[in-house]
């Protein structure tokens, strides 16, 4: 395509003279006549720009590496820099006050769990079972992100996961699906609030649509199988749940699902998200995805591979430009049609009505200060952090108390920063993030703290285990820091191994040998292989990445400060060769057989597992509602401390014309539990919702028979 001149046509000026203002400038008209408006104005050229985005910049990410080449009349820029207004002001300013009709262009990054004040990585948060809380979270990150000029995230990631080896599973909210879609909403009503104009909110955009997590092996990129149903079942209803909650946009994948590339099906791109679902919003593709329609070996060359996505209903080219080379011939060569240009430019246009780019397009000039970070930010970030912790064992070591107590505190994670950060990182300053051994100094006093690295996070090198083990010699109790670094999660962030390295499971033998008492800490971004690591210890907190609150959380549960209260949303297997293994599998043929030889068959640690300091005891279910159904249960806190308990409830339904899972969660709630006191946790049923099944188109049907109410171990059982 040539480009395009942006000097205002004489006759335009003075049509615009003569005329009053046209009524896509016009803030009192409603957004549909605005687009219809704008749309019968604009040229075919004019509309394939809209329909393209590049980049500004580079972030680390080699998949990522941009072109700053820079036409202000495209639809979209990605930008993983910018955090000042000034800058993305300059470049607004030629698309609103240098091109014909002045479009602004809507500028997107990938702000996955912060922009600024970085809080942990979505499947820590998933492990809070707290989606108010991560709302709150969302929206601290969509007032940084909108008032730098950005008013778009690529985020919240819905992907279900069930294999660690994936990188991406530190991006998503686990492995169910329910628990995935609640805190799809709550992110996306975080981001967007009631109102996008808001000058502190952003359009969210769920991604990456669809079975992108199934990918083989852990492989990104690679192709997938999934079954219709399963689609349905498993992999739909985070995205369902997001576009109920009024999501601007959808990210289509990589991946291909079953041989047709996700980002080339009109099936999920057209059928379900634009018919069956009736949704108004826009979909950008992944990075490159329509130019790599030619690797999956789906097109011929780049104008099919631009054929085949805007045929099957893909409105916006990430990073390629196949729409931006190829649209207008193809048009012309009637192998697509301008309704079909037209219904992507709506979306896309509408969503930036929505946005209030036409009224508002320069966000304010601030400061700093008056953007990030404001007061009671850090304290959201800081709940969320602790809330996501899982206390994994405890054999009694924890909490340590505030007593005056040599503590070793060892590894390479103790003396860390940017490694507790996680993948897509935002924008967080190094001076902002509180190391491990930081926090351990505050919290139980430098003189208490002896600290060693002990060795790297990978590699060969054991020259600094004889100083650890020389600091616990010197210790009452041995904190070891473990854990991964940040690249080794998200985007390509795969590996065959859910085990930390060797050398960090060396250190904690070397250190057990001195025979003190042993915390081991772990920071990371998938669920790890924990089999021999475990019995070296006497406890286990599970840290994830939690962003710039960093080693507070850590220090908090070490001293009881804090009570944890996290549990976990992903299944830490035995070891690897468990894989794929997650809570809510379909029932097996035999029961009773098909398990290894050489391993045990169960996890580790089990979906929704975590201690607390404080003891919880279930009293059994009751049903106190006939129509509508309700059921509740009584959790005592037994112990001596309050403490923060999440009821998951499932179902089962032990014979369907379509097999299940064992059991499947349809509901949970987390309550503080004072100690002594009791709290009653409720469940109301809709039958179609809660104990119903879904075919392979998407309909919900319920049929009669036994269904089971779970709770831990207590069950009901009802007839419908
Ligand atoms: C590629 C990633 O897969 C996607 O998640 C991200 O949003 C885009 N790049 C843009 O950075």
């Not at 480009?3 to 400038?25: D, E, G, H, T, W």
């Not at 080379?325 to 930036?352: M, Y």
Request: hydrophobic fraction near 40%; glycine fraction near 8%; include cysteine.
């Amino acid at each position: 395509m040539k480009k395009l001149n942006f000097a205002i046509p004489l006759f335009c000026m003075l049509s615009c003279v003569q005329s009053n203002v046209p009524i896509y400038r016009n803030a009192d008209a409603s957004i549909e006549d605005r687009v219809e408006d704008l749309l019968s104005r604009m040229t075919l050229e004019e509309k394939i720009l809209q329909m393209n985005q590049i980049t500004l910049g580079a972030n680390l990410n080699q998949n990522n590496v941009g072109d700053a080449s820079v036409e202000p009349v495209l639809g979209s820029y990605i930008t993983y820099t910018a955090t000042d207004p000034s800058e993305i002001n300059q470049l607004q300013k030629r698309a609103v006050e240098q091109t014909r009709l002045g479009i602004p262009i809507l500028f997107g990054f990938d702000a996955i769990h912060g922009f600024r004040t970085v809080y942990p990585i979505p499947l820590a948060q998933a492990c809070s079972w707290n989606p108010e809380l991560v709302e709150k979270a969302c929206s601290i990150c969509a007032r940084e992100s909108r008032l730098s000029g950005i008013p778009w995230t690529f985020s919240p990631m819905v992907d279900i996961a069930r294999d660690g080896r994936w990188g991406r599973c530190a991006e998503g909210y686990g492995e169910d699906p329910y628990t995935a879609s609640v805190f799809c909403a709550a992110s996306v009503r975080g981001y967007q609030g009631d109102d996008l104009s808001d000058s502190t909110k952003i359009a969210a955009c769920i991604k990456h649509y669809i079975g992108y997590g199934a990918s083989e092996a852990g492989r990104d990129y690679v192709p997938t199988e999934i079954s219709r149903q399963t689609l349905w079942d498993t992999y739909m209803p985070p995205y369902q749940a997001g576009i109920e909650a009024g999501v601007a946009s959808v990210m289509s994948s990589f991946n291909s699902i079953n041989g047709i590339p996700a980002s080339a099906d009109p099936y999920l791109l057209t059928h379900v998200l634009k018919r069956q679902f009736n949704w108004d919003g826009m979909i950008v593709s992944d990075w490159d995805a329509v130019k790599q329609l030619v690797y999956q070996g789906a097109a011929a060359d780049h104008a099919e591979s631009a054929e085949r996505a805007v045929n099957a209903g893909l409105d916006m080219d990430m990073a390629d430009l196949c729409y931006y080379d190829h649209l207008a011939q193809l048009v012309k060569e009637r192998k697509v049609s301008e309704k079909t240009i037209n219904d992507s430019v709506r979306r896309i246009l509408r969503l930036k009505f929505k946005l209030g780019l036409f009224e508002k397009p320069y966000p304010p000039v601030t400061t700093p200060e008056q953007r990030f970070t404001l007061p009671g930010d850090l304290d959201v970030v800081g709940q969320l952090a602790e809330e996501s912790s899982v206390l994994l064992k405890n054999d009694g070591t924890l909490p340590l108390g505030l007593k005056p107590r040599k503590i070793a505190l060892i590894g390479p994670m103790a003396d860390n920063y940017w490694e507790l950060i996680g993948s897509w990182g935002g924008h967080p300053l190094a001076e902002d993030i509180v190391t491990i051994k930081k926090a351990f100094s505050d919290g139980f006093g430098a003189q208490n703290i002896l600290y060693a690295k002990g060795c790297d996070f990978d590699g060969e090198d054991k020259s600094g285990y004889d100083e650890a083990v020389a600091k616990a010699r010197q210790a009452d109790v041995i904190v070891l820091c473990l854990g991964e670094r940040a690249s080794w999660s998200g985007e390509n962030g795969i590996r065959s191994t859910l085990a930390l390295p060797a050398v960090q499971e060396q250190l904690a033998i070397e250190l057990k040998k001195t025979g003190r008492p042993m915390v081991l800490l772990l920071n990371n971004g998938r669920p790890l292989e924990l089999c021999r690591l475990e019995p070296l210890v006497d406890a286990i907190v599970e840290l994830w990445q939690p962003g710039i609150s960093g080693g507070k959380p850590a220090a908090g549960i070490v001293s009881g400060r804090v009570n944890p209260s996290g549990k976990l949303a992903i299944t830490f297997p035995y070891s690897t060769g468990q894989i794929p293994i997650y809570y809510n599998r379909r029932r097996t043929s035999r029961p009773f057989m098909g398990f290894y030889q050489d391993i045990p068959s169960e996890p580790l640690y089990d979906f929704g597992y975590g201690l607390s300091y404080s003891s919880f005891e279930y009293g059994d279910i009751r049903q106190v509602g006939e129509s509508p159904m309700v059921f509740e249960i009584s959790v005592m806190n037994t112990g001596l401390v309050d403490g923060k308990e999440t009821v998951h409830w499932f179902i089962s339904d032990p014979v369907s014309t379509v097999t299940r899972p064992y059991k499947e969660l349809k509901f949970f709630e987390k309550k503080l539990v004072p100690a002594g006191k009791t709290a009653t946790f409720r469940f109301e049923i809709d039958p179609l919702r809660d104990l119903g099944y879904v075919d392979e188109n998407g309909h919900r049907y319920v049929e009669r028979g036994k269904y089971q109410i779970l709770v831990k171990d207590k069950m009901v059982e009802i007839e419908l």
